[in-house]
């Protein structure tokens, strides 16, 4: 059976990274030893045109540390993909951030996690990269071309949110916050409570609220949501389920295919080196967890919610990390509302 | 209240569930089950630790909640069947726990990246 292609392919095209995030899910930082050669890399742009996909985000490690990124960036507009670029913002030179215009990609975003250098350098693990991403934040805003910004949220820096909210006010770029979960390098003990996380929600509610888009554009990502009895919608687009290996598709250096990048090593479903792309894509078994839900497969709370056949049990990734399985997110706003209800009698 | 406005009550009826009533979705539709006191004073420490007032808390709260997930031609073709669904509802035939399968749903979009400002247009 052919399937439709994915609306997105999140590519790990290097794990190389010259900063040290306490919350790097994919621990980043050297080169993987066997990651895909120019060639492959190419070859894949092909394949993923082959197979229906709409766009690329090439990120990392960071991306821009490979040396052939811009062959990658151009190939994957020459076959007519929309092309992202998720970027640290640390280290963009005056020829990178021309190689960055050149490729002109739909849109580019730097991760700031921190309203005060002390706060995001400390995250970062390396001093003074506050200071150049948001250098580089104005540069990319001065220069027109379509910026985000994503926020990863933990204990560390939740009470920051006021002030990157400050700093982004007015700026014309698109705020995505999500919340970091225990996989690489983040500890459990740095992760949200689920009241904190509930904050983070009334957060990201209360700006959309009080702010016009003019003003700033805001949302959750996929692990923020859903379907609260009391909060209006976080996201840009109503959550439909976990989309993993449906409308996204995950690519780490080395050509490990999985349903989702956010998702640990176990869910790696095939390698392009061993099997090309179209076969892995339409695999009946591929990303089965997802493309084949049924209401048994999901947790207790969750099969017996009224929004289960749509929301199928939330986030993958937060719910393998915090549940132990998955289709049983625990962090659903829906869930620790009636908590919240309960403790309060 | 508008036929329009007893669209979300047909959504919410049609997921019915056991854990919910129908006269708290009716009541919740119609705001006529206000945050409690109790609730709100609960709510608002978890939003002043993010550095929002209470005022923001209360505005944010106060809205209209995260009910609607269907495109909005839908909605006119749900008011068509709205009587049904509530037959069907009060007699309990929604099937809650026949197990189903669900049919793959194809999202385009980046939204497993990151959001675009051209997103929010």
């Given amino acids: 059976m052919v399937r439709p292609g994915p609306g997105c392919a999140v590519w790990e095209i290097t794990l190389k990274c010259n900063l040290n995030c306490m919350h790097c899910g994919s621990a980043a930082g050297k080169a993987r030893s066997d990651e895909l050669t120019t060639d492959e890399a190419l070859q894949l742009c092909d394949d993923l045109k082959g197979i229906g996909c709409q766009g690329v985000a090439m990120m990392g490690g960071e991306p821009l540390l490979r040396k052939d990124w811009p062959s990658i960036a151009e190939r994957v507009r020459e076959v007519g993909m929309d092309l992202s670029i998720i970027t640290n913002g640390y280290k963009i030179t005056e020829s990178k951030f021309q190689r960055i215009l050149d490729v002109n990609p739909e849109l580019v975003t730097v991760s700031i996690d921190g309203g005060h250098a002390a706060i995001h350098d400390k995250i970062r ?89 003019k003003e700033l554009m805001i949302a959750g990502a996929h692990d923020m949501g859903y379907f609260s009895r009391v909060l209006p919608p976080l996201q840009v687009y109503p959550w439909q389920g976990c989309q993993a290996g449906i409308s996204t598709l995950g690519i780490e250096s080395n050509g490990n295919i999985l349903g989702c990048l956010a998702l640990p090593p176990e869910y790696v479903e095939g390698n392009i080196r061993e099997r090309p792309l179209k076969e892995i894509w339409n695999d009946s078994a591929f990303s089965s967890y997802t493309r084949r839900v049924r209401r048994t497969d999901l947790g207790s709370e969750c099969a017996s919610c009224t929004y289960s056949k749509i929301c199928k049990g939330g986030c993958s990734a937060v719910s393998h990390s915090m549940a132990g399985g998955l289709h049983r997110d625990p962090y659903c706003l829906r869930l620790i509302e009636a908590e919240l209800k309960k403790s309060n009698g | 209240m508008s036929l329009v406005d007893m669209i979300p009550v047909g959504i919410e009826l049609l997921r019915l569930s056991g854990r919910e009533s129908v006269y708290t979705i009716l009541s919740r539709v119609f705001k006529a089950q206000p945050i409690s006191p109790a609730y709100r004073r609960r709510i608002r420490p978890l939003g002043a630790s993010v550095g929002l007032s209470e005022v923001e808390v209360d505005e944010v709260i106060s809205g209209s909640p995260n009910v609607t997930n269907l495109p909005s031609w839908l909605k006119w073709v749900l008011v068509a069947f709205i009587v049904v669904v509530l037959i069907l509802s009060a007699i309990g035939v929604t099937g809650s726990y026949v197990p189903w399968y669900t049919n793959p749903l194809y999202v385009p979009g980046t939204d497993y990246a990151s959001i675009r400002p051209k997103d929010f247009l």
């Fill in chain 1, 125 to 213: 693990g390396v001093p003074g990269s506050f200071k150049e991403v948001v250098a580089t934040l104005r540069r990319f805003v001065k220069s027109g071309l379509p910026t985000g910004v994503i926020t990863t949220v933990h204990k560390m820096n939740l009470g920051e949110l006021t002030t990157i909210r400050k700093l982004l006010l007015g700026t014309g770029v698109a705020w995505q916050i999500q919340m970091a979960t225990p996989y690489g390098r983040l500890t459990y003990d740095h992760v949200l409570s689920k009241e904190e996380y509930y904050s983070l929600a009334l957060f990201i509610a209360a700006t959309r609220k009080k702010y016009s888009k």
